[in-house]
């Protein structure tokens, strides 16, 4: 048995949480304490875990917490105390400290972050995360003389992640050639004018070249996603990325940052190496204490990686066998296996 407290909800943490939680209720060895509400609409199979929290519940059983670096310390019962943070630093401030220094062990979901987190807690574990199985290649019909290649970003739209960027150094990279941006982004943190801003940003630089599209259910955006060619995600920082590893389940050439979270499945050829850092601070969500991706002097080689996509697009339409084998290999099964035999290894 394993208490975890984890929120329930359709943001990073709490996909990763349902994930997890229904790989570990196969085996009918899960007790739940939610962080925040569950919609009882759209989660409404959880429910039922939270219900039976009293016949679960095992006061020595493991207590496992999925959440923030900076909020770690609360936990069920008296067995063996767990954080999993997802994180995107390179330095913690002193909050972050003492929640990691206090946990009996520490998992994390890349090389990466057990090197920064090993310094502050010798107890840390890797469990890499997995793609849902619903994330694979479907057909596309090409027209017989088709030219244009779509490129398209996944994610939540912030600063981080290169999107005020990426519109510019697309528009550099294609002057004149038949290409396209499909925009599969959101964040439910922005206001409408914010997202307004941001659009009418994009459609300045790039025109009727650019597309958005609304938040997108699932299978929605799987079969939207099966319509482009290659997905670019220049991130300056991520805790994983789930959406680079559905692109590559997908069968999509990918462009993206070879740093943090995305070591830990990326191939390393073909991708963004870092040219400098800095300090992490968009105005808004951070304000500095750690360094990330001075993504502007990577520009070079993003220009060079759109390029490449770009004719070889041009020559055949094929689907990237090498992307699907590593993401057929990441499934949230093998999360769940790994954890729990970590979490034996130390109870």
């Known amino acids: 048995m394993i208490n975890i407290t984890a929120p329930i909800n359709d943001l990073s943490y709490g996909i990763v949480s349902k994930n997890i939680i229904t790989q570990y209720a196969k085996k009918d060895i899960v007790c739940l304490k939610p962080i925040g509400l569950i919609n009882r609409y759209i989660d409404c199979e959880y429910i039922k875990y939270v219900e039976n929290y009293y016949k679960y519940f095992d006061v020595k059983s493991p207590s496992l917490r999925i959440f923030h670096e900076f909020d770690l310390m609360e936990h069920q019962g008296k067995g ?16 972050e400290q ?7 062990l520490v998992i994390v979901c890349s090389e990466w972050a057990k090197n920064i987190v090993k310094t502050i807690n010798a107890n840390v574990e890797v469990v890499c995360l997995g793609v849902d199985e619903d994330f694979k290649p479907e057909p596309r019909i090409y027209n017989k003389d088709e030219t244009k290649v779509i490129f398209y970003s996944c994610g939540k739209i912030e600063e981080r992640k290169g999107h005020n960027y990426l519109h510019k150094v697309f528009a550099k990279a294609f002057p004149n050639e038949n290409v396209e941006l499909w925009m599969f982004c959101h964040n439910v943190f922005l206001s409408d004018s914010e997202h307004t801003s941001f659009k009418n940003e994009y459609r300045l630089t790039l025109g009727n070249r650019v597309k958005f599209f609304p938040r997108l259910v699932k299978h929605d955006l799987i079969n939207w996603i099966n319509q482009t060619d290659c997905g670019i995600f220049l991130s300056k920082a991520e805790g994983f990325n789930l959406c680079l590893l559905e692109s590559m389940a997908c069968g999509k050439d990918v462009i993206a940052t070879y740093y943090s979270g995305h070591t830990e499945y990326l191939p390393k050829e073909n991708a963004i190496l870092p040219v400098s ?7 808004k969500w951070f304000h500095g204490g750690f360094n990330w991706i001075n993504i502007e002097s990577c520009e ?21 066998m090498n992307n699907i084998e590593i993401a057929s290999k990441l499934t949230w099964e093998r999360s769940m296996e790994q954890l729990h035999g970590t979490v034996s290894k130390y109870s």
């Open 277 to 283: 850092f800095c300090e992490a601070n968009d105005g």
């Open 80 to 95: 063996l105390r767990i954080g999993f943070p997802i994180f995107e630093k390179d330095q913690f401030n002193q909050i």
């Open 98 to 104: 003492f929640n990691i220094k206090h946990q009996d």
């Open 300 to 320: 070079d080689q993003i220009i060079e990686q759109l390029h490449r996509v770009y004719k070889l697009k041009l020559e055949n339409r094929n689907i990237n």
